[in-house]
């Protein structure tokens, strides 16, 4: 039983096997299609949160005037429609979280040039996204010290 545990709260570090509202498959958005990270996640550069896409962002080029056009028949799209009409943002679940003790402001990592894959992977391949990266302080400290900027505790507690 303990070992299921275990694998379950793996799973949940990785991404693995959490499941998301609507499938959403970075591989064909922005591999395929080429649409930039800050596209979607448009606050990254000038907040502490890169954001998850607000509805609009979905229904901006899914459901214009609120009539399903892009891969309208899919059933993505057809639940996307669904929350659209409700009035009900899509309730996506976080994969990268870090704890509440520790904080990572995105605008400062996107502004000193840091690429979105560094931490999150290549999402360009990834039809479900999964952490690919530990998150964890001596990751970032690794980071920070190749980087050669500042490494004291009040960089990210504070």
């Known amino acids: 039983m303990l070992a299921g545990?275990?694998?379950l709260a793996l799973g949940a570090l990785s991404g693995g096997g959490i499941e998301q509202p609507i499938p959403f498959p970075h591989d064909v958005h922005a591999?395929?299609?080429q649409i930039p990270c800050m596209y979607c996640h448009s606050s990254a550069d000038r907040s502490v949160d890169a954001g998850i896409p607000s509805m609009e962002v979905c229904a901006g080029c899914h459901l214009p005037g609120g009539v399903p056009m892009v891969a309208a028949d899919s059933p993505g799209i057809r639940t996307l429609t669904a929350y659209w009409n409700a009035g009900e943002a899509v309730p996506w679940v976080r994969i990268h979280d870090i704890p509440d003790h520790a904080h990572f402001p995105h605008m400062m990592h996107v502004n000193a040039g840091?690429?979105?894959q560094e931490c999150h992977g290549q999402?360009?391949?990834m039809?479900?996204?999964e952490q690919v990266s530990s998150l964890r302080m001596g990751w970032c400290l690794d980071c920070h010290r190749e980087r050669q900027v500042r490494t004291d505790c009040f960089v990210c507690h504070y």
């Open 127 to 129: 039809a479900e996204i």
């Open 31 to 33: 591999g395929t299609n």
């Open 5 to 7: 545990a275990g694998a």
């Open 123 to 125: 999402v360009e391949e």
């Open 114 to 116: 840091v690429e979105c």
